[in-house]
């Protein structure tokens, strides 16, 4: 059996419909009041609670070999920054004890580019990249660095298997919930954008994130347990 978190976002649920095609048991951790019609005819584990909460965290792991990890919030309001840490660091921390605590196989944690120190102009992203909260901007990017060393820590005490992906902008079909990206496309179609700033994004399709994350997953790490 396989957990997903943030099975109805845009990885997510392309994530969930890859797994399921081949092969794979599915389990969903979703909020109580989640659309999940996109899943309609397909067979899965359906678990309904908040990934702040631990006691549900710690259910939705059990009898579980693996977990994707992918449930946070994107935002770029000030007034969100609360809710983006208690989710994005929060939830991470109950991850990592019910993962612990249910001596689950392996963790694929899915963090973000955002989570490496700023780099100069030009400069090139690597794996000795610092992560570094006090070198990022906005909630999401701190908050997703703070949650990404968490991670590294649980591993370095091999208190846990896992193994962490960081994406970049995601672009792509099956986007149901229309992602910022999304809107920002769609805006400049629509005409409603009349002025743009000088700079650069790189992005990555959907499905290639996807495919890099089963992939990840597949690292063999000798058992803790």
Not at 103 to 124: D, P, Q
Request: charged content about 30%; aromatic content about 10%.
């Amino acid at each position: 059996m396989i957990l997903i978190t943030g099975a109805t976002g845009h990885i997510g649920n392309v994530l969930v419909k890859k797994l399921y095609d081949q092969g794979e048991k599915i389990r969903i951790f979703v909020l109580p009041d989640e659309d999940i019609s996109i899943f309609d005819g397909m067979n899965l584990d359906i678990i309904y609670g908040d990934i702040r909460d631990y006691n549900a965290v710690k259910n939705a792991c059990k009898n579980v070999e693996k977990v994707f990890h992918l449930a946070a919030i994107i935002s770029l309001l000030p007034w969100k920054d609360k809710l983006v840490y208690s989710v994005n660091i929060g939830g991470v921390e109950n991850i990592i004890k019910a993962v612990k605590d249910n001596r689950v196989e392996k963790l694929l944690y899915v963090s973000s580019v955002h989570a490496f120190a700023e780099i100069e102009k030009g400069a090139t992203i690597e794996e000795d990249t610092p992560i570094n909260p006090k070198r990022t901007t906005g909630a999401y990017g701190k908050s997703k660095a703070i949650a990404t060393l968490k991670i590294l820590e649980a591993i370095r005490r091999k208190e846990i298997n896992a193994t962490i992906v960081f994406p970049t902008g995601i672009i792509g079909p099956y986007d149901y919930k229309n992602s910022e990206i999304f809107k920002v496309f769609k805006d400049y179609i629509d005409g409603k954008i009349k002025y743009c700033v000088d700079g650069a994004f790189d992005f990555v399709d959907v499905r290639n994130v996807v495919e890099g994350i089963i992939e990840a997953s597949k690292k063999i790490m000798k058992s803790i347990f």
